[in-house]
């Protein structure tokens, strides 16, 4: 086993010496930094001198194979990779800007033929420096602020580097070795690179204020480092304020000036606010900082006052705004204050009555020191009760002092014998401040007496008996009294205002008071009384009184028990009741007012049912009476009166009666109401009821209905309808429903309407020498005596009716009475009604000969539409025929449809597809034919052409601002036709104005004209290709009504507009045909010239062509399909010569052509051919325009030198499926184009026959 072992190693070695062996130059492993150049060497050891042939290759670190090149740049890679080979033995491999995907082994492989393969690999390491650093959750290169006792941590970055990347922490350039505040981690990347995370906490101090903390990467391997900063900013409050006094004495006086100084140092950010407190009130924040010192002050001066002693001055101060680094710090300073008492307060009893013992103390305000207090009284110096007392308060002190004597012990000092004086003075080192107190002696007034101005009838010694209504006055008086004595009036325990009260000389207070008697006051009690503040109860003297008054009210009401409702026929009962009374009334009527003129009903009460005896005011009674209402009674007055002897006058009072009793309408039943059909009505059935009527039912003809019923409508009494037609009419009863009854009310409405045809005969076809009947029904309301005619033509025909609604015609038929009957029918309201019913006789069919129906048209390829429209009975049938051949049914080039347009008329429509050139020679006949016979009418097919001009223009209706104007359409031309009505006022100011508007109907209203304006009408028509036709003469006038509506002759007017454009016209004319004889004249000369020419140079050719031998070449006509110029035009089927130039006419000599007179220049028209039929023969191009050169010469044509021996041209070989297929495309022109013309050729398809050149014969131009 262990020879094995040894042999397997040996073998190993062996193979490894090997492998290597036949290189020159081994590749080596190799490293390079990212983005640098390389190269991988490798070389062949050759044995001998001969050149060796190899092939070389070298494998990429993807294991790609680069291929086997000469020198240079290699296809891929970015053509970062190249061979480079100084000799046939070597291939070194260079890599430009080495990337990270280059990172591995390369392998260079070599192969000799003789020798066999050979390989060797070398690793590339790609390195990746560091290139930068970055702080996490913080900016690079900036400064961090840090809180004073905050612990920092701080991560810093190293991305992708490869190998990975050294980070080394540094403290303002000082390494920091202690690696239990750095923690690392690393993040591996699929690119092979790595990113480095380091942790590094630190707690800066007050000592490391500026400092920075550096982040180091570093790689041994591509000795490359960078790095990152972070200043530190550490924030840490200002020291404690520094406080002090400015002269340095704490102890002033009040009005002092008093200056204190606060000084703070340090504090990052230095202090934000440095400020002034007395009591823990703000008074000073302004402070400055001294940059010199280094520190903040802030200097509050004040003026002192007593509110300052003792008070607590403190400096704040803090240098973060919102987020303080710690508490505000802050310093005191007190201060002592001396000053006077401002006042003193004396307390105790101003008043007191004789013989009491007075109390007084005096208290003065704060002041410091304390104060000493002295009395007076009455100017004389008097000792205190007592030792004064110093209380300390929050600025000062309070000193007080009581005194105490007796009142009779101060009277005798005084000089006014009521009243004594107290004075009290306190004073200190400061100042003094004295009081005064007055105290009043109280003494009782003499007992009141009342006394009364004039005696009454009635009265005793402690009685006053008044009427209601009658003056009382009284006088109070009293004697003496300290103070004086206030007097007062009572009127039982409610208090009397309104006195006048006076003191006279004699020292008598006289009170005096005014009354009115009121029956509140009857058997009340009247007090004087006296008070003042030396006695404790009132004196008091009074008098009753005693009032005579009636009744303060009389009621009247239903008894109690009894029915509430006065009902019409029952017996009823009312109660009148007499308030309390002074005294009690004698007697009591009943007054029945039942109209304002005549004299009441006067009853008198049967019992008095109850009398109460009032203790103190007077007495009630009540009084009944019985009655029986009647509807007249209901809203009357009732009036009750009652007397007394003793009383001044009679006291009355009223009552409504309220008498209940069923609806009763106003008007006698039944009414008729008579309304035309269409109108409107409103009837108001006026109800009396007490009480109102609660529920109303309407019925028509017995039948019950809610509100409303057609067009009739029903609201409580009221019956009112709108647009009322005849079923509205019949029988409406109401009915008034209240809690005491009912009733009802019938309305008879009757509704006229007018007559109207409510039957009539159907149309009738008879044979002549058969009766005809016609029969004709009517309905309206009123219906009248032959109200219902036959008429025809406007004229009545004698009927025989069956009654007034119903009439019958009876005809014998002949060809006299076909036509149209009109039943009339009227009734005398409205507009009469009218319908026709149609007799026919059987007849033959009849072709109607309309312009518009009586030519076709179409292009070649396109399609064509007949009409024909016949009249017959029985309805007509149609057959068409195209020449002599009829056609039969729908096909591909026919279509037929038939339509019924009335009883006796009936319409055909022949469509004809894909036009030929022989459908222009074939007559269309259109033959309709029925039982009775057959009619024909031929219809022209042709080209498609401007539309006719319309006829039978007509005006139809005319106003003040409007005219209406209808015409006749003529034959459209084969394409749909709208229309343009041309219109002017005649004799406008303005000048001519010629307006045109465009319509699709045959029938037009013109508004915003001018009354009373005459104006002119012309129409023409336009088909959809354009073409029009010329106005229709002679003009149509019309004049607008007046302004007041009415008519204007304008004959007179348009009869001088007449002759003036008659004159006009003349002139012009004589104008035009002088002009058109010099053109003839200029015409005939020169067209003699060219005659003369052309027979000259006839005969020289015919001359050289018998020389010849008869051979004529036959070649191609001048301007072959070619707009002629504005000098020549067709005339009798010949072309007029035009002058020519001088060079066209040499030309003409050198160019012999065969013209045949039937074929040249024929013109053509654009209807049959379209444009993009004429392809560039001879002058056009492919778009059908003229080439400018080849217009109106044959110079520049071909390009041969001569036309002889030019064959005819044939048509172009799309011609024929182009015409075959239908695809002619329209296009639209003006009337005033230049004809085409078309050469001896004739386009294939639709030339009848084959042409024979031989036949062309004619003279050689």
């Known amino acids: 086993m262990k020879r094995r072992i040894l042999f397997i190693l040996f073998l190993c070695n062996y193979w490894l010496s090997f492998s290597y062996c036949g290189f020159r130059k081994v590749p080596q492993n190799v490293s390079v930094i990212l983005g640098e150049e390389i190269t991988l060497q490798c070389a062949y050891e050759s044995r001998g001198t001969s050149i060796v042939e190899l092939d070389s290759q070298w494998r990429s670190s993807a294991g790609n194979l680069l291929g086997i090149h000469d020198s240079g740049r290699l296809p891929g890679h970015q053509g970062r990779y190249s061979y480079v080979k100084d000799s046939p033995e ?34 590339l390491n790609v390195i990746v420096p560091p ?116 002269g340095g004495d704490s102890f002033v006086r009040v009005g002092d000036n008093v200056t204190v100084v606060c000084i703070v140092r340090g504090g990052n950010p230095r202090p934000h606010f440095v400020s002034w407190y007395v009591n823990e009130l703000p008074v000073s924040n302004r402070f400055e900082f001294d940059s010199n010192a280094q520190e903040s002050r802030n200097t509050y001066s004040f003026i002192a006052n007593s509110h300052h002693n003792g008070a607590s001055f403190e400096c704040h101060t803090s240098n973060r705004r919102g987020e303080p680094v710690a508490e505000a710090q802050k310093n005191a300073l007190h201060f002592r204050v001396s000053y006077a008492p401002t006042e003193v307060l004396l307390l105790g009893n101003s008043e007191v009555r004789m013989g009491e013992s007075v109390q007084i103390q005096c208290r003065s305000k704060e002041s410091n020191p304390a104060p000493k207090i002295s009395w007076l009284m009455n100017g004389h110096p008097v000792q205190a009760s007592g030792p004064q ?71 005793s010694h ?79 003297d009074s008098k009753t009184i005693k009032v005579f008054y009636q009744p303060r009210r009389l009621q009247i009401r239903q008894p109690e028990g009894v029915r509430h409702q006065l009902v019409a026929g029952k017996e009823s009962t009312l109660l009148c009741i007499s308030s309390d009374a002074n005294p009690p009334p004698t007697s009591i009527h009943w007054f029945f007012h039942l109209n304002a003129e005549g004299e009441p009903l006067m009853f008198t009460g049967e019992t008095i049912i109850n009398e109460t005896r009032m203790a103190d005011s007077g007495s009630t009674l009540e009084n009944i009476v019985s009655f029986t209402p009647t509807m007249q009674y209901d809203g009357i007055v009732v009036r009750c009166s009652a007397k007394n002897p003793y009383w001044t006058s009679v006291k009355n009072t009223t009552f409504p009666l309220n008498v209940m009793y069923p609806p009763m309408p106003l008007v006698d039943s039944p009414i008729k109401i008579v309304v035309v059909e269409g109108e409107s009505f409103k009837e108001n059935l006026t109800v009396k009821a007490n009480p109102p009527v609660s529920a109303w039912r309407w019925r028509k003809n017995g039948i019950p209905f809610e509100h409303t019923i057609g067009n009739v409508f029903a609201r409580g009494s009221v019956l009112s309808g709108r647009s009322l037609t005849s079923q509205d009419a019949g029988q409406y009863t109401m009915f008034a429903i209240n809690s005491v009854g009912n009733v009802n009310f019938t309305i008879h409405l009757i509704v006229e309407y007018s007559a109207k045809i409510i039957r009539i ?41 069956e009654d007034s609604t119903r009439v019958v015609l009876r005809l014998n038929a002949s060809k006299t009475i076909e036509g149209e009957y009109v039943c009339r029918a009227d009734n005398g309201v409205g507009q009469p009604a009218e319908s026709s019913t149609l007799v026919f006789l059987n007849s033959a069919p009849q072709v109607l000969n309309l312009p518009i129906h009586s030519k076709a048209a179409g292009s070649l390829g396109g399609k064509a539409k007949a009409k024909c429209r016949a009249q017959g009975v029985p309805l007509s049938n149609f057959v068409w ?22 009883l006796n008329m009936a319409e055909t429509t022949l469509w004809i597809n894909n036009i030929s050139p022989d459908d222009y020679q074939k007559e269309l006949r259109c033959t309709a034919f029925n039982d009775l016979g057959s009619d024909t009418n031929i219809i022209a097919l042709g080209p498609l052409s401007a539309p006719d001009v319309p006829h039978n223009i007509r005006i139809t209706n005319t106003t003040d601002q409007s005219i209406s104007i209808a015409w006749d359409p003529g034959f459209d031309g084969g394409t749909n036709q709208h229309f343009e009505l041309h219109y002017e006022k005649y004799g406008s100011l303005e000048g001519r104005q010629e307006r045109a508007i465009n319509t699709t109907h045959n029938q037009l209203r013109l508004t915003g004209l001018n009354p009373a304006s005459t104006y002119l009408f012309q129409v023409r028509s336009i088909n959809e290709r354009g073409l029009s036709s010329p106005l229709s003469t002679p003009a149509v006038h019309a004049t607008t009504l007046n302004e007041d509506g009415l008519q204007v002759s304008a004959v007179h007017t348009f009869n001088d507009l007449i002759a003036t454009k008659a004159t006009q016209l003349l002139f012009i004319t004589i104008c035009v045909l002088l002009l058109l004889c010099c053109c003839i004249i200029i015409l ?99 778009s059908g325009r003229m080439n400018p050169v080849a217009q109106y010469s044959t110079i520049g044509r071909r390009p041969y030198g001569t036309y002889a021996n030019v064959p005819y041209p044939e048509p172009p070989n799309n011609l024929s499926p182009a015409l075959s297929r239908g695809s002619l495309q329209r296009r639209r022109q003006n009337n005033n184009n230049s004809p085409q013309y078309l050469t001896t050729f004739i386009p294939e398809s639709p030339r009848p026959g084959p042409i024979q050149f031989a036949q062309l014969e004619g003279d050689l131009v």
């Not at 219902?788 to 025909?797: A, F, S, Y």
Request: with cysteine; net charge negative.
């Open 131 to 246: 290139t930068i650093v970055y702080f996490e959750n913080y900016q690079t290169n900036r400064s961090i602020e840090v809180f004073e006792g905050t612990e920092l941590n701080v991560t810093c970055v190293a991305p992708n580097t490869k190998p990975k990347a050294q980070i080394y922490w540094f403290i303002n350039g000082q390494r920091v070795e202690d690696r239990n505040r750095i923690n690392e981690k690393d993040a591996y990347h699929m690119n092979k690179t790595t990113s480095v995370y380091s942790s590094f906490l630190w707690k800066p101090r007050r000592e490391d204020q500026k400092k920075q903390v550096v982040c180091e990467a570093s790689q041994y391997i591509s000795g490359k480092k960078t790095s990152a900063h972070l200043t530190v900013d550490l924030l840490y409050a200002p020291d404690r304020p520094i406080v002090s006094i400015v």
């Open 462 to 540: 402690h009685v006053i008996a008044r009427q209601e209504g009658e003056d009382l006055n009284l006088t109070c008086t009293t004697k003496g009294g300290n103070p004086k004595p206030h007097v007062a009036w009572y009127m039982g325990h409610e208090k009397i205002s309104g006195s006048q009260n006076r003191l006279d000389s004699e020292g008598v207070m006289v009170s005096s008071i005014s009354l009115t008697a009121d029956p509140s006051m009857n058997e009340e009690k009247l007090r004087c009384s006296v008070l003042n503040k030396a006695i404790e109860q009132p004196l008091i």
């Open 1084 to 1182: 005939y000369i020169s067209q003699r010239n060219r005659k003369k020419k052309l027979q000259e140079k006839t005969e020289l050719v015919r001359a050289n062509g018998e020389s010849s031998g008869g051979i004529i070449h036959r070649v191609q006509v001048y301007g072959a399909t070619a707009h002629m110029p504005p000098q020549a035009r067709l005339t009798d089927g010949r072309l007029l010569d035009a002058d020519l130039d001088a060079s066209e006419d040499e030309h003409s000599v050198r160019t012999m052509i065969e013209v045949n007179p039937n074929g040249c220049m024929q013109q053509i028209s654009t209807d049959l051919y379209e444009r993009s039929l004429f392809t560039e023969y001879d002058g056009y191009d492919a």
């Open 90 to 123: 070597e291939l070194d491999l260079k890599i430009s800007d080495v990337r990270l995907d280059d990172d591995g082994e390369f392998e260079c492989q070599m192969l000799n033929p003789d020798e066999g393969p050979i390989r060797a690999a070398a690793h």
């Open 761 to 801: 005969s159907s149309p009738v076809i008879a044979s002549e020498g058969d009766t005809v009947v016609l029969e004709c029904e009517a309905d309206g309301h009123p219906k009248k005596h032959e109200m219902v005619e036959w008429r025809r033509k406007g004229i009545t025909i004698a009927s025989s009716h």
């Open 881 to 902: 025929y195209s020449g002599s051949h009829q056609i039969k049914g729908n096909s591909s080039k026919y279509t037929i449809t038939n339509k019924r347009m009335d």
């Open 389 to 459: 007392e110093e209380l300390e308060q929050t600025h000062g002190f309070v000193s007080v002092s009581n005194l105490s004597f007796n009142a009779v012990d101060g009277l005798r000092s005084a000089a006014d014998g009521h009243q004594a004086t107290v004075t009290c003075t306190a004073e200190n080192t400061e100042g003094s401040v004295s009081k005064e107190f007055v105290i009043h002696i109280l003494v009782p007034p003499s007992r009141p007496k009342i006394t009364v101005d004039v005696d009454g009838p009635h009265d």
